[in-house]
């Protein structure tokens, strides 16, 4: 208490000094103890309150493992050490998996067949008209715009699941590469349309999260839209 006083009260009468000014100022029995006082204020212990529950943590686990008490396991947790049981060769699962396709594809090219009216601009499609006005209203007449979209309108109805479908994965993935088709031949002329080129960016990213969802929802509609669409997954 008497070393605190003294310092309080040396350091209230004495101006601001620091380094070898300090050391001259203070006796010589006060220096060593003011250095031991700083090296002490710097030493940080490095057990933080997060390594204690650690430790405490890792004992209890360790005790609960002698006494044969063992965590739960999480769900669905399978043991790396489980054999595998009725498992099918390789050869089996391909032969499957080509019939697959083999059916996808006759079920497309079945669809394919069935002969439609061909669409007409304006959306003048089974409307009873002369040959001329029917000639008027001919896509060969129209714009690229109303041709792109007759294309992407005559991709949506193969994989539609209802009539006036336009919002299931499959119609969305046919819906987002036409686009992605028309913008690609954009960019073989407008080589630097840097704007276009991060909008098409984005809508790869759209295209395969859609592709990522139908996989797990439901893999033979994906299979069908990715053999379609000859998309490399």
Do not use: W
Request: a positive charge; charged letters at 30%.
């Amino acid at each position: 208490a008497p070393f605190t006083m003294t310092l309080a009260v040396f350091f209230r009468s004495t101006p601001l000094v620091t380094g070898k000014r300090l050391g001259a100022c203070l006796a010589p029995s006060v220096t060593p103890v003011l250095s031991t006082v700083r090296v002490d204020m710097q030493i940080r212990s490095k057990m933080t309150k997060t390594k204690k529950r650690r430790i405490i943590k890792n004992r209890k686990k360790a005790a609960d493992a002698l006494r044969g008490v063992f965590p739960p396991k999480p769900v669905g947790f399978i043991d790396k050490n489980t054999p595998v049981i009725n498992s099918i060769p390789r050869e089996e699962r391909l032969a499957i998996s080509q019939a697959e396709e083999e059916a996808a594809a006759k079920e497309l090219n079945d669809k394919l067949a069935v002969k439609k009216e061909p669409l007409r601009r304006f959306h003048f499609d089974g409307l009873q008209m002369s040959d001329r006005v029917r000639k008027l209203f001919d896509l060969s007449n129209g714009n690229q715009k109303e041709v792109v979209a007759a294309q992407k309108q005559r991709g949506m109805q193969l994989f539609q699941i209802r009539e006036g479908d336009t919002g299931s994965s499959a119609v969305q993935i046919i819906a987002l590469t036409t686009r992605i088709q028309q913008l690609q031949t954009h960019f073989r002329k407008h080589k630097k349309d840097k704007h276009g080129k991060r909008g098409m960016d984005a809508l790869y990213v759209r295209r395969r999260k859609l592709l990522d969802y139908l996989e797990r929802k439901d893999f033979e509609a994906y299979r069908k839209v990715s053999k379609t669409l000859g998309l490399v997954r």
